[in-house]
């Protein structure tokens, strides 16, 4: 099935340090939604966008809605250990009944105290 | 509030039988949808159900099924299992599920293996 596009496939940073990741699709979606995943668990809802051009922040998390429609971001700021986890986006239609999510493969991330 | 539930945690089968798993969305949660993620993967969308009907299917065989009670509660069914149906099985709730946008939120998922 489809999948959007994230790479790298894991990032390696140093506690306090920020991170960028990017999430790209051929196709437009009207809402973003960023997750994060630990292992054996379901993905913890981080962030939503419902704009183009939309810029949110929770906490130390920030994510934008890029203008085309065709990607989003997200940035960590001074990372912990607790932000280790995979992280994923999801794109939403908006286009009627059906509002499934599609979602990329997913960055894992690893935090060096 | 109590999240998203789902039973079982854990579930081991064997290739040919059948399973049944269910899921609890959040109160006031209506739509129920479900997803399988393999190993390094995303999720992938299976079913969403909104008032106890099929609102969508993604790309699975007919020995997918599910289907949504009255409490909203919900269940998905597979046949005939194959080894490549082993998976963390999710199911996510939000508020509705017919052309608006809300959020969807996840519960801990059925981790199902098929030997």
């Known amino acids: 099935g489809q999948q959007l596009n994230q790479s790298p496939q894991s990032m390696f940073i140093q506690e306090g340090e920020d991170v960028s990741m990017n999430c790209t699709s051929s196709?437009?979606?009207?809402?973003w939604l960023w997750y994060k995943q630990d292992p054996g668990e379901g993905p913890v809802l981080l962030i939503a966008?419902?704009?183009?051009?939309e810029l949110t922040s929770n906490g130390r998390l920030t994510a934008q809605f890029g203008i085309t429609r065709k990607d989003s971001f997200l940035n960590i700021s001074a990372s912990i250990p607790s932000d280790v986890g995979i992280y994923f986006c999801?794109?939403?239609?908006?286009?009627?009944?059906?509002?499934?999510?599609?979602f990329g493969k997913g960055i894992t991330l690893s935090v060096r105290p | 509030d109590a999240g998203v539930t789902q039973s079982p945690t854990h579930l081991i089968k064997t290739r040919g039988q059948h399973v049944t798993l269910r899921c609890s969305p959040i109160?006031?949660?209506?739509?129920v949808s479900w997803y399988q993620q393999v190993l390094g993967q995303g999720p992938q969308f299976i079913f969403q159900?909104?008032?106890?009907?099929?609102?969508g299917r993604g790309n699975f065989p007919d020995r997918f099924s599910a289907r949504q009670f009255p409490n909203y509660s919900s269940e998905l069914n597979v046949n005939a299992l194959l080894l490549g149906d082993s998976a963390l099985y999710l199911c996510?709730?939000?508020?509705?599920?017919?052309?608006?946008?809300?959020?969807?939120?996840f519960g801990p998922g059925t981790r199902l293996t098929v030997t």
């Open positions: 996510a709730s939000s508020r509705h599920g017919t052309g608006l946008t809300y959020e969807q939120y």
């Open positions: 196709s437009i979606f009207n809402t």
């Open positions: 966008l419902y704009k183009a051009g």
């Open positions: 999801a794109g939403q239609p908006n286009t009627g009944a059906n509002s499934k999510l599609t």
């Open positions: 109160s006031g949660h209506k739509s």
């Open positions: 159900y909104y008032e106890k009907e099929e609102r």
